[in-house]
T-cell receptor
Framework: DAKTTQPTSMDCAEGRAANLPCNHS???????VYWYRQIHSQGPQYIIH???NNETNEMASLIITEDRKSSTLILPHATLRDTAVYYC???????FGAGTRLTVKP | NAGVTQTPKFQVLKTGQSMTLQCAQD?????MSWYRQDPGMGLRLIHY???????DQGEVPNGYNVSRSTTEDFPLRLLSAAPSQTSVYFC???????????????FGSGTRLTVV
């Protein structure tokens, strides 16, 4: 099962792009990478997932390196409401680490 | 479509008491799971179920029991509450198997449990 590594915290200015990295060097060829976020003490919210191609939806973009050992979640125009903990997880054991605490500042 | 519903939202127990945290989903999801989240920490998997009648242990199963008699419901039972079980409990469900390649997981809003 893939294990993921993320920075503990990041800051981003409001209106700028927030780029959140994740290392998943042990991921296997058929494992998707999933991203979730947790705002304050609410339940985690699904954001996006991907296998090998870059993905985009209404919430974010996901860039996966060609070797699939890392990925970056991009919030193109961060707002104060994007302040949250962001989790990058492998699919097959659904173990959430501490994630990255993103703080969007005015 | 209510999604994943957890009850109660808040609960205070005395040490040694037992209780059941309820989780119900109306999306016909096969996979359901329970997590606990301690202050400032990530989520830890307690138990999960890949379908009715099938359950398995996660990272921190001790002190908890689960059953899955229907697709919709996945209750979590605390057998004899301890202060170490003070936490926020989240239930999640997914469309198929242990993971869903297309839809991800849907989480409930949580149950905040305090054991005194």
């Amino acid at each position: 099962d893939a294990k993921t590594t993320q920075p503990t915290s990041m800051d981003c200015a409001e209106g700028r792009a927030a780029n959140l990295p994740c290392n998943h060097s042990t991921i296997s060829g058929n494992e998707y990478v999933y991203w979730y976020r947790q705002i304050h003490s609410q339940g985690p919210q699904y954001i996006i997932h991907g296998l090998k191609n870059n993905e985009t939806n209404e919430m974010a973009s996901l860039i996966i390196t060609e070797d699939r050992k890392s990925s970056t979640l991009i919030l193109p125009h961060a707002t104060l409401r994007d302040t949250a903990v962001y989790y990058c997880i492998g699919p097959n054991d659904m173990r959430f680490g501490a994630g990255t605490r993103l703080t969007v500042k005015p | 479509n209510a999604g994943v519903t957890q009850t109660p939202k808040f609960q205070v127990l005395k040490t040694g008491q037992s209780m059941t945290l309820q989780c119900a989903q109306d999306m016909n999801h096969e996979y359901m799971s329970w997590y606990r989240q301690d202050p400032g920490m990530g989520l830890r998997l307690i138990h999960y179920s890949v379908g009715a009648g099938i359950t398995d242990q996660g990272e921190v199963p001790n002190g908890y029991n689960v059953s899955r008699s229907t697709t919709e419901d996945f209750p979590l039972r605390l057998l004899s509450a301890a202060p170490s079980q003070t936490s926020v409990y989240f239930c999640a469900s997914s469309r198929q198997g242990k993971t869903s390649a297309n839809y991800g997981y849907t989480f409930g809003s949580g149950t905040r449990l305090t054991v005194v």
